[in-house]
Protein backbone atom coordinates (compact mmCIF):
# COMPACT_ATOMS: atom_id res chain seq x y z
CA UNK A 1 0.00 0.00 0.00
CA UNK A 2 1.15 3.56 -0.90
CA UNK A 3 2.15 5.95 1.59
CA UNK A 4 -0.57 8.05 0.72
CA UNK A 5 -3.73 5.46 0.32
CA UNK A 6 -1.84 4.39 3.77
CA UNK A 7 -2.68 8.17 5.48
CA UNK A 8 -6.18 7.31 4.82
CA UNK A 9 -6.87 3.90 6.08
CA UNK A 10 -9.44 3.87 8.47
CA UNK A 11 -8.50 3.76 12.06
CA UNK A 12 -10.28 0.29 13.69
CA UNK A 13 -11.52 0.84 16.45
CA UNK A 14 -13.78 -0.68 19.17
CA UNK A 15 -16.58 0.25 20.47
CA UNK A 16 -16.12 2.92 23.45
CA UNK A 17 -19.57 1.32 25.14
CA UNK A 18 -20.58 -2.35 27.08
CA UNK A 19 -24.53 -2.18 25.50
CA UNK A 20 -25.82 -1.55 22.35
CA UNK A 21 -25.27 2.02 21.41
CA UNK A 22 -27.66 4.05 18.41
CA UNK A 23 -25.82 5.42 15.65
CA UNK A 24 -25.90 9.11 14.75
CA UNK A 25 -23.90 11.22 12.26
CA UNK A 26 -22.28 8.63 10.71
CA UNK A 27 -20.22 9.56 7.93
CA UNK A 28 -21.29 5.81 6.43
CA UNK A 29 -24.20 8.58 5.58
CA UNK A 30 -22.25 11.60 4.45
CA UNK A 31 -18.66 13.37 5.07
CA UNK A 32 -18.94 15.17 6.69
CA UNK A 33 -20.69 13.63 9.31
CA UNK A 34 -21.72 16.06 10.95
CA UNK A 35 -21.96 19.14 8.25
CA UNK A 36 -18.76 20.64 9.23
CA UNK A 37 -15.02 19.90 8.99
CA UNK A 38 -14.44 22.13 12.25
CA UNK A 39 -11.35 20.32 14.71
CA UNK A 40 -11.04 17.29 12.38
CA UNK A 41 -14.44 16.32 12.88
CA UNK A 42 -15.13 15.23 9.21
CA UNK A 43 -15.80 11.44 9.80
CA UNK A 44 -16.78 11.62 13.47
CA UNK A 45 -19.60 9.07 14.76
CA UNK A 46 -22.18 9.56 17.40
CA UNK A 47 -23.32 6.83 19.83
CA UNK A 48 -25.70 7.27 21.88
CA UNK A 49 -26.52 4.29 24.64
CA UNK A 50 -29.60 2.72 24.61
CA UNK A 51 -31.86 1.12 27.91
CA UNK A 52 -33.10 -2.75 28.01
CA UNK A 53 -35.97 -1.14 26.03
CA UNK A 54 -33.74 0.10 23.25
CA UNK A 55 -34.16 3.49 24.53
CA UNK A 56 -32.20 6.51 25.06
CA UNK A 57 -34.99 7.62 27.63
CA UNK A 58 -38.65 7.36 28.39
CA UNK A 59 -40.27 10.12 26.04
CA UNK A 60 -43.18 12.13 27.44
CA UNK A 61 -45.30 14.91 26.55
CA UNK A 62 -43.03 16.90 28.96
CA UNK A 63 -39.93 15.25 26.85
CA UNK A 64 -41.48 17.45 23.97
CA UNK A 65 -41.60 20.94 25.81
CA UNK A 66 -39.23 21.21 28.25
CA UNK A 67 -35.47 20.57 28.82
CA UNK A 68 -34.70 16.95 30.65
CA UNK A 69 -31.94 16.11 33.20
CA UNK A 70 -29.23 14.45 32.09
CA UNK A 71 -29.63 11.84 34.85
CA UNK A 72 -33.25 10.72 32.79
CA UNK A 73 -31.39 9.34 30.39
CA UNK A 74 -29.82 5.78 29.55
CA UNK A 75 -26.45 6.65 28.55
CA UNK A 76 -25.82 8.86 31.43
CA UNK A 77 -23.24 8.06 34.01
CA UNK A 78 -22.12 4.88 31.63
CA UNK A 79 -18.63 3.52 31.64
CA UNK A 80 -16.71 5.20 28.23
CA UNK A 81 -14.34 2.72 27.37
CA UNK A 82 -10.57 3.04 25.47
CA UNK A 83 -11.60 1.84 21.72
CA UNK A 84 -8.20 0.67 20.99
CA UNK A 85 -4.82 0.28 22.79
CA UNK A 86 -2.80 3.71 23.25
CA UNK A 87 -1.76 6.27 25.07
CA UNK A 88 -3.23 9.06 26.69
CA UNK A 89 -1.90 12.31 25.52
CA UNK A 90 -4.34 14.67 25.87
CA UNK A 91 -7.32 15.10 28.75
CA UNK A 92 -10.12 17.90 29.45
CA UNK A 93 -12.21 18.11 32.49
CA UNK A 94 -14.46 21.32 33.95
CA UNK A 95 -17.47 21.35 31.58
CA UNK A 96 -20.37 21.63 33.39
CA UNK A 97 -23.23 19.10 32.44
CA UNK A 98 -26.08 20.50 30.76
CA UNK A 99 -29.77 19.25 30.46
CA UNK A 100 -30.74 17.56 27.24
CA UNK A 101 -33.19 18.59 24.54
CA UNK A 102 -35.55 16.68 22.65
CA UNK A 103 -38.65 17.98 20.47
CA UNK A 104 -39.31 21.74 20.92
CA UNK A 105 -36.22 22.46 23.29
CA UNK A 106 -33.80 21.30 20.42
CA UNK A 107 -35.01 23.22 18.06
CA UNK A 108 -34.30 26.18 20.68
CA UNK A 109 -31.02 24.57 21.60
CA UNK A 110 -29.73 24.49 17.88
CA UNK A 111 -30.10 28.04 18.12
CA UNK A 112 -27.47 29.04 20.53
CA UNK A 113 -24.73 26.52 18.56
CA UNK A 114 -22.89 30.11 17.47
CA UNK A 115 -22.43 30.82 21.36
CA UNK A 116 -20.58 27.08 21.69
CA UNK A 117 -18.98 28.25 17.83
CA UNK A 118 -16.99 31.00 19.74
CA UNK A 119 -15.20 28.73 22.12
CA UNK A 120 -13.98 26.61 19.62
CA UNK A 121 -13.55 23.33 19.04
CA UNK A 122 -13.58 23.28 23.27
CA UNK A 123 -17.17 24.38 22.76
CA UNK A 124 -18.05 21.67 21.34
CA UNK A 125 -16.10 18.85 22.32
CA UNK A 126 -16.81 19.66 26.14
CA UNK A 127 -15.09 16.90 28.36
CA UNK A 128 -13.11 15.02 26.45
CA UNK A 129 -9.70 12.55 26.10
CA UNK A 130 -7.49 11.98 23.01
CA UNK A 131 -5.14 8.61 22.91
CA UNK A 132 -2.94 7.58 20.46
CA UNK A 133 -2.92 4.93 19.03
CA UNK A 134 -0.89 3.02 16.46
CA UNK A 135 -1.90 2.74 12.64
CA UNK A 136 0.46 0.73 10.69
CA UNK A 137 3.36 2.27 12.15
CA UNK A 138 1.83 6.27 11.46
CA UNK A 139 0.71 7.87 14.66
CA UNK A 140 -3.36 8.47 15.01
CA UNK A 141 -5.38 9.94 17.64
CA UNK A 142 -8.96 9.07 18.90
CA UNK A 143 -10.71 11.45 20.52
CA UNK A 144 -14.10 10.75 23.02
CA UNK A 145 -16.08 13.79 23.59
CA UNK A 146 -19.11 14.76 25.71
CA UNK A 147 -17.71 13.07 29.20
CA UNK A 148 -19.02 13.77 32.04
CA UNK A 149 -18.15 16.39 34.37
CA UNK A 150 -15.57 14.77 37.13
CA UNK A 151 -15.38 11.35 35.47
CA UNK A 152 -11.93 11.44 33.75
CA UNK A 153 -9.79 8.39 35.52
CA UNK A 154 -6.91 8.50 32.88
CA UNK A 155 -4.09 11.08 33.07
CA UNK A 156 -1.49 12.43 30.59
CA UNK A 157 0.90 9.78 29.58
CA UNK A 158 -1.13 7.06 31.07
CA UNK A 159 -1.14 3.56 28.57
CA UNK A 160 -4.27 1.87 28.16
CA UNK A 161 -5.68 -1.18 26.51
CA UNK A 162 -9.02 -1.39 25.04
CA UNK A 163 -11.68 -1.50 26.94
CA UNK A 164 -10.34 -0.01 29.94
CA UNK A 165 -12.34 2.57 31.43
CA UNK A 166 -11.21 6.04 30.56
CA UNK A 167 -14.24 8.09 32.05
CA UNK A 168 -18.14 8.43 31.76
CA UNK A 169 -20.66 9.26 28.92
CA UNK A 170 -21.55 12.58 30.04
CA UNK A 171 -23.67 16.12 28.15
CA UNK A 172 -21.14 18.22 28.11
CA UNK A 173 -20.30 20.71 25.08
CA UNK A 174 -22.25 21.02 21.99
CA UNK A 175 -24.82 17.73 23.43
CA UNK A 176 -28.12 17.43 22.86
CA UNK A 177 -28.56 14.47 24.63
CA UNK A 178 -25.89 12.18 26.94
CA UNK A 179 -23.39 10.06 24.11
CA UNK A 180 -20.13 9.65 23.29
CA UNK A 181 -18.90 11.23 19.74
CA UNK A 182 -15.71 9.37 18.36
CA UNK A 183 -13.58 10.68 16.16
CA UNK A 184 -10.19 10.31 14.40
CA UNK A 185 -7.56 12.19 13.27
CA UNK A 186 -3.73 12.61 12.36
CA UNK A 187 -2.06 14.72 15.02
CA UNK A 188 -2.88 15.68 18.46
CA UNK A 189 -4.16 19.52 18.06
CA UNK A 190 -7.76 19.33 16.25
CA UNK A 191 -7.24 22.72 15.35
CA UNK A 192 -4.64 21.85 12.57
CA UNK A 193 -5.33 17.77 12.51
CA UNK A 194 -6.51 16.32 9.61
CA UNK A 195 -9.71 13.94 10.13
CA UNK A 196 -9.21 10.39 9.60
CA UNK A 197 -11.62 7.60 8.61
CA UNK A 198 -12.55 5.16 11.22
CA UNK A 199 -13.91 1.62 11.38
CA UNK A 200 -15.82 -0.95 13.50
CA UNK A 201 -15.65 -4.67 13.54
CA UNK A 202 -18.36 -5.03 10.53
CA UNK A 203 -17.62 -2.26 8.89
CA UNK A 204 -19.12 1.72 9.94
CA UNK A 205 -22.90 1.08 10.70
CA UNK A 206 -25.24 4.20 9.33
CA UNK A 207 -27.22 6.51 11.77
CA UNK A 208 -30.36 5.04 12.87
CA UNK A 209 -28.40 1.07 13.13
CA UNK A 210 -27.23 -0.10 16.20
CA UNK A 211 -22.97 -0.82 17.22
CA UNK A 212 -22.56 -3.44 19.26
CA UNK A 213 -21.37 -2.75 23.02
CA UNK A 214 -17.64 -4.07 23.38
CA UNK A 215 -17.31 -7.86 23.57
CA UNK A 216 -21.28 -8.64 22.10
CA UNK A 217 -21.67 -10.03 18.80
CA UNK A 218 -22.73 -7.31 16.01
CA UNK A 219 -26.06 -5.54 17.39
CA UNK A 220 -27.01 -3.97 13.72
Known amino acids: MSAARGERAPLGLVSPLRGAALVR ?4 DRVPSHGTTLGASTCAIDLVPLDDLGRTAPYTPM ?4 PEPPEHFAGFGLEVLAPADGTVRHVHDGDADHRAHRGLPSVLYARTQRR ?3 RGWQGL ?3 HV ?3 VARGGRAAFAVLCHLQQGSIAVGIGQRVAAGEMLARCGNSGNSMEPHVHVQAMDGLDPG ?4 LPLTFPGGVPRAGQRLAGA ?4 GR
Open 25 to 28: NSPA
Open 63 to 66: SFLL
Open 116 to 118: RLR
Open 125 to 127: AGN
Open 130 to 132: VLE
Open 192 to 195: AAAA
Open 215 to 218: GEAD
